[in-house]
């Protein structure tokens, strides 16, 4: 599928947000005054801001608010409620900490469950799609977690829970690759099926469905190299984990590298989305022949 800028900058930053605030939830770091209204200004500003990007995707982002009244049926719907709800839960908490000084335990631990809850959810906009082979599968919410929570690790200045996370989100990313690849192969789908004409014997494309550009063209079938993808692969993991995690295991650790880290953290998360959305294979590519080299 082809990686709009304004969904992996939503998928992204909105985890990394939502992490950081579920941390603060549940007083990670335990932090009041201005220290505690900093924390929470960055929290908000990544999971508003992921929010906000999401809906420079839609072919109508005034008409954003209908996305609330399909809950029943989507996911989409559903993850506008959970944050809207969730931030809203997490807004009071911080309010009564920041101006009051009252730390209101329940509520802290309330925005937490729904800052994990809304990334789920936001991850099952994807996982449940079963004509996406690569993402159909409990591999995809459980690496949304993971991300958030490594991200929010490292924005809450949790040194070792970072280490620990990061290191095991990269083992799991590294597997979640390698099964991705053989998941659309074993998914079964072929020309001959996708056109129910499998039982006359070999089924070959003729030529495309239409000779100009259009939506699922656009949107659904983008091709990647296999040599760029495990290039990218290996920048991603490398920025994602492997430099915050040394960073965060010299001996002389400073704010100064915990910067760093975050930022390079967030770079290989970025990358990381980048192909989480170029690498999925669409069925509907099979009616125009297209399959990455």
Same mark, same amino acid.
């Given at each position: 599928?082809?990686?709009?800028?304004?969904?992996?900058?939503?998928?992204?930053?909105?985890?990394?947000?939502?992490?950081?605030?579920?941390?603060?939830?549940?007083?990670?770091?335990?932090?009041?005054?201005?220290?505690?209204?900093?924390?929470?200004?960055?929290?908000?500003?990544?999971?508003?801001?992921?929010?906000?990007?999401?809906?420079?995707?839609?072919?109508?982002?005034?008409?954003?608010?209908?996305?609330?009244?399909?809950?029943?049926? !989507?996911? @989409?719907? +559903? =993850?506008?409620?959970?944050? %809207? $709800?969730?931030?809203?839960?997490?807004?009071?908490?911080?309010? &009564? #900490?920041?101006?009051?000084?009252?730390?209101?335990?329940?509520?802290?631990?309330?925005?937490?469950?729904?800052?994990?809850?809304?990334?789920?959810?936001?991850?099952?906009?994807?996982?449940?799609?079963?004509?996406?082979?690569?993402?159909?599968?409990?591999?995809?919410?459980?690496?949304?977690?993971?991300?958030?929570?490594?991200?929010?690790?490292?924005?809450?200045?949790?040194?070792?829970?970072?280490?620990?996370?990061?290191?095991?989100?990269?083992?799991?990313?590294?597997?979640?690759?390698?099964?991705?690849?053989?998941?659309?192969?074993?998914?079964?789908?072929?020309?001959?099926?996708?056109?129910?004409?499998?039982?006359?014997?070999?089924?070959?494309?003729?030529?495309?469905?239409?000779?100009?550009? !259009?939506? @699922?063209? +656009? =949107?659904?079938?983008?091709? %990647? $190299?296999?040599?760029?993808?495990?290039?990218?692969?290996?920048? &991603? #993991?490398?920025?994602?984990?492997?430099?915050?995690?040394?960073?965060?295991?010299?001996?002389?650790?400073?704010?100064?590298?915990?910067?760093?880290?975050?930022?390079?953290?967030?770079?290989?998360?970025?990358?990381?989305?980048?192909?989480?959305?170029?690498?999925?294979?669409?069925?509907?590519?099979?009616?125009?022949?297209?399959?990455?080299?």
């Amino acid at each position: 599928m082809h990686p709009a800028v304004s969904i992996i900058l939503f998928t992204t930053l909105s985890g990394m947000g939502f992490g950081l605030l579920a941390f603060l939830g549940v007083g990670i770091p335990r932090v009041e005054g201005w220290v505690a209204a900093v924390f929470f200004a960055i929290g908000f500003a990544l999971a508003g801001g992921g929010l906000l990007f999401s809906s420079l995707h839609l072919g109508h982002p005034e008409r954003a608010l209908k996305a609330f009244t399909q809950w029943r049926t !989507s996911w @989409l719907s +559903r =993850e506008a409620w959970a944050s %809207v $709800a969730t931030l809203g839960v997490v807004g009071v908490f911080a309010a &009564a #900490l920041v101006v009051f000084g009252v730390r209101i335990a329940p509520l802290g631990w309330l925005g937490a469950a729904g800052c994990i809850a809304t990334v789920y959810v936001t991850s099952m906009i994807y996982a449940s799609l079963r004509s996406v082979p690569r993402w159909h599968h409990w591999s995809t919410s459980a690496l949304f977690l993971a991300y958030s929570a490594s991200g929010g690790a490292l924005l809450a200045g949790q040194r070792w829970p970072a280490v620990a996370v990061l290191v095991v989100t990269g083992v799991g990313q590294f597997l979640a690759w390698r099964a991705g690849d053989a998941r659309y192969a074993a998914c079964g789908s072929t020309v001959g099926s996708a056109t129910g004409l499998g039982h006359l014997g070999r089924v070959r494309l003729f030529e495309p469905p239409h000779t100009g550009d !259009s939506y @699922l063209t +656009r =949107e659904m079938v983008f091709v %990647v $190299a296999r040599k760029h993808a495990r290039k990218l692969r290996s920048i &991603a #993991l490398l920025l994602a984990v492997v430099l915050p995690v040394g960073l965060l295991l010299l001996p002389a650790f400073h704010h100064l590298g915990a910067a760093v880290a975050v930022l390079s953290h967030l770079a290989g998360v970025l990358c990381v989305r980048w192909l989480f959305f170029a690498e999925a294979e669409h069925v509907v590519g099979l009616y125009y022949g297209r399959r990455p080299a």
